[in-house]
């Protein structure tokens, strides 16, 4: 079995719903360009925020990439830490893969598993439509996105 890195980053999302899945594409570009792999895990969780809490458990540090309803312009990129995000997320409460990302890092938290640091990258979606690509605006992105979490770690690593 392979041993855990110390640090981790889990890319969130559906990519059958277009920019949803930027977390999912960003670990794909991230792997392939990557320099840290030998410090860094990158793991897709998917659509099921519960993936996350086995996924960061007792790391040093969790970056998460996820689409995120700002109100900003769409393709903008913002850095948040748990403490600063309000979740507005109406949750029904039918399933299984439902999940509010900020109860999974309480969860986390109550598990005696949270890691030391987490950061949280919020990116403003264009389009949240069943299609299995990004928008144009987030696929122009992409490297711009892939340095801004290079940078982040590079201040970690």
């Known amino acids: 079995m392979q041993k855990r890195k110390d640090i981790v980053v889990c890319g969130l ?29 990158f793991v897709e969780t998917g659509s099921s925020s519960m993936n996350v809490v086995h996924v960061i458990a007792n790391r040093k540090k969790a970056v998460l990439i996820d689409c995120a309803l700002m109100g900003e312009p769409a393709g903008t990129i913002k850095k948040f830490t748990p403490e600063a995000v309000i979740s507005v997320k109406n949750l029904a409460h039918f399933s299984l893969h439902e999940g509010d990302l900020l109860s999974v890092l309480e ?23 069943p299609v299995q690509s990004l928008s144009p605006t987030l696929s122009a992105r992409m490297g711009n996105y ?6 982040e770690l590079n201040n970690t690593v």
């Open 146 to 151: 892939v340095e801004v979490i290079s940078a």
């Open 13 to 41: 999302g559906n990519p059958l719903l277009s920019d949803e899945g930027i977390g999912i594409y960003l670990i794909q570009e991230l792997t392939a360009r990557s320099n840290h792999s030998a410090n860094v895990d």
């Open 107 to 129: 969860l986390s938290r109550t598990l005696g598993e949270y890691p030391d640091n987490v950061v949280i990258f919020g990116i403003q979606p264009e389009s949240i439509e």
